[in-house]
């Protein structure tokens, strides 16, 4: 509370000045600090950067924290081609299959900051880094319709940059991507037919304690 006091003239003193008594002055102020009720942002930042719930087919190992966190939107590339053949040489089936991911990925505001591709590999089109990895384990996903959720090993980095320090990566969350039920057969597979479903995930990149 501002200290005032009232002269003869009944003029009001302030230490900010002279008022009426008819009039007031309004001070107000606001300071806020990280993780204040006043900054939503560190909140939302340290929620994204959390491990989450997964099922312990895809845990990383137990000292693994999370170092980054993208979305990515895009779509599974499949290619038309024959399954195997019987004794004769004839062709047994046909069927769909991956021949990799192309999509954009996403920071935490939505902005774009790299892309997903074959591999399969992540690069960062902020820094220049990248990180190949090989697959490790697999989950069913939670959305029907959906490919799996995966657990990968970082076969390869690039030093400097965000990817440098990853040495394994989740694929959580994810929507659509899986290949066609049908429209795979002698004459797609003959004009080598290829295909794109669209899909979404979520990927979780994680360091461990040797490599900090």
Same mark, same amino acid.
């Given at each position: 509370?501002?200290? &005032?006091?009232?002269?003869?003239?009944?003029?009001?003193?302030?230490?900010?000045?002279?008022?009426? $008594?008819?009039?007031?002055?309004?001070?107000?102020?606001?300071?806020?600090? +990280?993780?204040? !009720?006043?900054?939503?942002?560190?909140? $939302?930042?340290?929620a994204? @950067?959390?491990? /989450?719930? %997964?099922? /312990?087919?895809?845990?990383?190992? /137990?000292?693994?924290?999370?170092?980054?966190?993208?979305?990515?939107t895009?779509?599974?590339?499949?290619?038309?081609?024959?399954?195997?053949? *019987?004794?004769?040489? !004839?062709?047994?089936?046909?069927?769909?299959?991956?021949?990799?991911?192309?999509?954009?990925? @996403?920071?935490?505001?939505?902005?774009?900051?790299?892309?997903?591709a074959?591999? +399969? %590999?992540?690069?960062?089109?902020?820094?220049?880094?990248?990180?190949? =990895?090989?697959?490790? !384990?697999?989950? *069913?996903?939670?959305?029907?319709?959906?490919?799996?959720? @995966?657990?990968?090993? !970082?076969?390869?980095?690039?030093?400097g940059?965000?990817?440098? +320090?990853?040495?394994?990566?989740?694929?959580?969350?994810?929507?659509?991507?899986?290949? /066609?039920?049908?429209?795979?057969?002698?004459? =797609?597979?003959?004009?080598?037919? %290829?295909?794109?479903?669209?899909? &979404?995930? *979520?990927?979780?990149?994680?360091?461990?304690?040797?490599?900090?």
């Amino acid at each position: 509370m501002i200290p &005032t006091k009232k002269n003869r003239r009944g003029v009001w003193l302030t230490v900010l000045g002279l008022v009426t $008594a008819t009039s007031a002055i309004v001070v107000t102020s606001e300071c806020t600090t +990280p993780g204040s !009720a006043g900054n939503s942002r560190q909140p $939302a930042n340290a929620a994204w @950067l959390t491990a /989450p719930a %997964t099922p /312990p087919a895809i845990a990383p190992p /137990p000292d693994a924290t999370v170092t980054a966190h993208f979305k990515a939107t895009g779509a599974q590339i499949y290619k038309c081609g024959a399954t195997g053949v *019987d004794a004769s040489g !004839a062709t047994t089936g046909y069927a769909w299959t991956l021949q990799a991911p192309e999509a954009r990925l @996403l920071d935490a505001d939505g902005v774009e900051v790299g892309s997903h591709a074959a591999g +399969p %590999t992540w690069k960062s089109s902020k820094d220049g880094s990248s990180v190949a =990895a090989t697959k490790v !384990a697999q989950a *069913d996903a939670r959305a029907p319709g959906a490919i799996p959720w @995966l657990l990968l090993r !970082a076969s390869s980095t690039t030093p400097g940059g965000v990817f440098s +320090p990853v040495t394994f990566i989740q694929r959580v969350n994810t929507s659509g991507g899986q290949a /066609p039920p049908a429209g795979c057969d002698a004459a =797609a597979a003959a004009a080598r037919a %290829t295909t794109s479903v669209a899909y &979404t995930a *979520d990927y979780i990149f994680f360091k461990t304690a040797a490599h900090p």
